[in-house]
């Protein structure tokens, strides 16, 4: 292949390096902590009863070890968009693409969800009652439109001012998303707890067994827990990455899991045991204001459900802020890798992308036309989120073998095992999300890639750009479409044959993401070609080295 590092163009610009080590934490917790936290403990209750904790657990795990493999990717190649420039460096553009790709199908989307959620609990408000901004087949009306777009611009204008003003502004968002939770356990156990409700209540503690802790991740509880990566998104305008993006991803993944697991333990412990002593189907029994909410008002705590009212706006709210921010990074990323128009690598004069930001609210102000509800929408983000992690410690462990001079100051540790057990964990979690939510984002996946393929061929530059790999990204379509057979043969979600029976279905995925985890790296590209995609980005690199220069370790 040609050598010509010019075939590709981008701005040259790089981003500001204005975001410090608790900004990058803080944007990290604040896309964790969202509206899931309202929502995601009862749905993960109705379909696995008290062992709904170690579904919370299980997931904790998972994600855990995906967001090490995040952490030394991050630490390692500071760049923005980082989701989809790590595939980029192992396997070529287009396996950097389908990840961008995906990627961007769930951080664009989930600004408006959050705005949607917060419009919602807003009109369920007392004081707001008689205001008509949701219509009954939960669609905005004009009013819940109008004041949703205002939201968004909100949103846009703040990662407008610059990175700094988004960390900064977020900073008090999250503490604020963080103290409420923390409150709400406390004052929930302290008042009503019943221990009874793990082991005596209708079918004991896993009325479901296994299927019901594994259902349980899709309806809530991977997405409640994802959006640890945004401090790696980010990291090109982190002052000192090398140091803080893998400690920044990891804080935030522990204090995250730790608070979900509570709230879970706090919600099942304060339900009325009568309301559980058959099932758990409606353990709340009728209410409008989401299951905390609910709990607050039976303990008598009318003034924790004022604050849980106010939450209901400011935590999905804090999320939308961040993933406009987010969405804009990785369209910026797929600009750079030129899978996108150059004009979304536009930088303003406060250090932030631009074109990348207005496409995002764009895209947002679309998304808010009629929408199902949250918990629909919640598996096609988790499938997508879970596709676009997938890529990583394939590439992670590509560019260990591959490029194995590249300064790492962060090592995930045991990374022979970790980085075959985060590819594991991914392609779990996209097939739990049931074989619907599987085919509708693949669909949407080879979509994206119709169009990049005639943008390829439309391009002057193909034939001269290295990074055209089709053989280093031809384990990827086999992937998906393997994952999309056995989620059809599987267990989950509507469409499903049920033929793998329990265990035998899990078993499947674990040899079936093995395989493909080993096949894929042997495709990576050459450490030739690998360095030469890496150089192309040097010029966000050497930002990094001149304004927070150390000693360099080798891996």
Known sequence: MATDLSARTHGGKP?????????????????????????????????????????????????????????DLGAAYPVAGGTARYPHYA??????????????????????????GSITYLESAPWASGIKMVNPD??????????????????????LLGAKWLSDSNIILVIWKTAVPVLTIVVIIILSFHPQNFTQAGGGFAPDGVHGI????????????????????????ARNPKKDVARAIIIAMFIGAAIYILLEVAFIGALNPANIAQNWK????????????????????GWLATILLIDAVASPAGTGLVYIGTSARISYALGEDDALPSALTTVSKRGVPFGSIVLSFIIGMIALLPFPSWQALVGLVTDATAIMYAFAPVSLEALI?????????????????????????????????????????LTAIL?????FEIALRRSKTLRL??????????????WLIGILVIGLLGRYGKGSLSIFPDWIDILVVVLFSLVMFYYAVSLAMSPEDIAAAVEEDEFEFEAVDEQAPGPRTQR
């Open 214 to 237: 594994f259902a349980a991740l899709p309806l809530g509880v991977i997405f409640a827990l994802q959006g640890f990566e945004q401090a790696a998104q980010m990291a090109g305008e």
């Open 401 to 441: 073998r591959q490029h194995a001079g590249r300064e790492h100051p962060y090592r995930i540790p045991w990374p022979g095992f970790l980085t075959p057990l985060g590819f594991v964990a991914a392609n779990l979690i996209i097939y739990w999300s049931g074989f619907e939510s599987i085919w509708k984002l």
């Open 282 to 301: 409606n353990p709340l029994g009728a209410g409008s204001f989401g299951p905390y909410y609910a709990l607050a008002v039976s303990v008598g705590a």
């Open 138 to 159: 939960s669609t905005l009306t004009p009013l819940g439109l109008l004041i949703a777009a205002a939201a968004l611009a909100v949103f846009t204008g703040i990662n």
């Open 91 to 116: 396997f070529g553009a287009l396996a950097g693409f389908t990840a961008g790709w995906a990627g961007y199908l769930q951080a664009v989307t989930i600004a408006p969800i959050e705005v949607e």
């Open 465 to 478: 750009r290295r990074d055209i790999d089709w053989r280093a990204a031809s384990w990827i379509w086999p």
């Open 447 to 451: 979509l994206g890639r119709i169009i």
């Open 15 to 71: 981003l500001k390096r204005v975001v410090g080590f608790w900004g990058l934490t803080f944007v990290s917790l604040g896309s964790i902590i969202g509206s899931g936290w309202l929502l995601g403990a009862l749905g993960a209750a109705q379909a696995a009863g008290p062992a709904s904790i170690i579904s919370w657990l299980l997931a904790a795990v998972l994600l855990l070890v995906l967001a090490l493999v995040h952490a």
